[in-house]
């Protein structure tokens, strides 16, 4: 698969098999993860992959719109260390997570963290030490059907003005 395929073809997937995941899969995620740009090569993120049903269950009763996470396989948690550029970068590697998930045929969603009332809940529970911001929740999973794409503009392109 091209990698524009892999980009065009991704989408939110929210339901799961219960098939698990290949430890050196989801390794190979969080590798991807780390090779994310970020501002001033600082790299301040860390990744917490979860796969242990009850703390899905717990990470999925907190949040406000992330229910089905207690349905996939696992989860990757992104945090990064309070930069200037925190949420830049973090979103890259989540980003890298969403993309690499789907080379490897794995469904996956991403579940807002930074902004959310939960944050600091979802930060106690996963033992996260101070002076890290939440960014994002990725469950993973696979799945029978890939979702069909919702309409998403094309007129989004402007050169040299608006």
Same mark, same amino acid.
């Given at each position: 698969?091209?990698?524009?395929?892999?980009?065009?073809?991704?989408?939110?997937?929210?339901?799961?098999? %219960?098939?698990?995941?290949?430890? =050196?899969?989801? /390794?190979? @995620?969080? &590798?991807? *993860?780390?090779?994310?740009?970020?501002?001033?090569?600082?790299?301040?993120?860390?990744?917490?992959?979860?796969?242990?049903?009850?703390?899905?269950? %717990?990470?999925?009763?907190?949040? =406000?719109?992330? /229910?089905? @996470?207690? &349905?996939? *396989?696992?989860?990757?948690?992104?945090?990064?260390?309070?930069?200037?550029?925190?949420?830049?970068?973090?979103?890259?590697?989540?980003?890298?997570?969403?993309?690499?998930?789907?080379?490897?045929?794995?469904?996956?969603?991403?579940?807002?963290?930074?902004?959310?009332?939960?944050?600091?809940?979802?930060?106690?529970?996963?033992?996260?030490?101070?002076?890290?911001?939440?960014?994002?929740?990725?469950?993973?999973?696979?799945?029978?059907?890939?979702?069909?794409?919702?309409?998403?503009?094309?007129?989004?392109?402007?050169?040299?003005?608006?």
């Amino acid at each position: 698969m091209k990698q524009t395929d892999i980009i065009k073809q991704r989408r939110c997937v929210r339901a799961y098999s %219960k098939k698990t995941i290949p430890i =050196d899969i989801l /390794k190979d @995620i969080v &590798d991807c *993860a780390r090779l994310a740009p970020s501002a001033n090569n600082v790299q301040p993120w860390e990744f917490i992959v979860v796969a242990e049903k009850d703390t899905l269950k %717990k990470i999925a009763d907190i949040t =406000d719109y992330g /229910k089905f @996470i207690k &349905d996939a *396989a696992a989860c990757i948690i992104v945090i990064c260390k309070d930069t200037k550029y925190y949420l830049e970068d973090g979103c890259a590697a989540a980003e890298n997570i969403l993309l690499a998930a789907r080379m490897h045929n794995i469904g996956s969603c991403w579940v807002a963290g930074d902004k959310k009332s939960y944050a600091k809940e979802i930060l106690g529970l996963l033992e996260v030490p101070e002076g890290f911001k939440l960014i994002s929740i990725i469950p993973l999973g696979y799945t029978s059907k890939f979702p069909e794409p919702h309409d998403k503009r094309t007129d989004v392109a402007h050169f040299e003005k608006f």
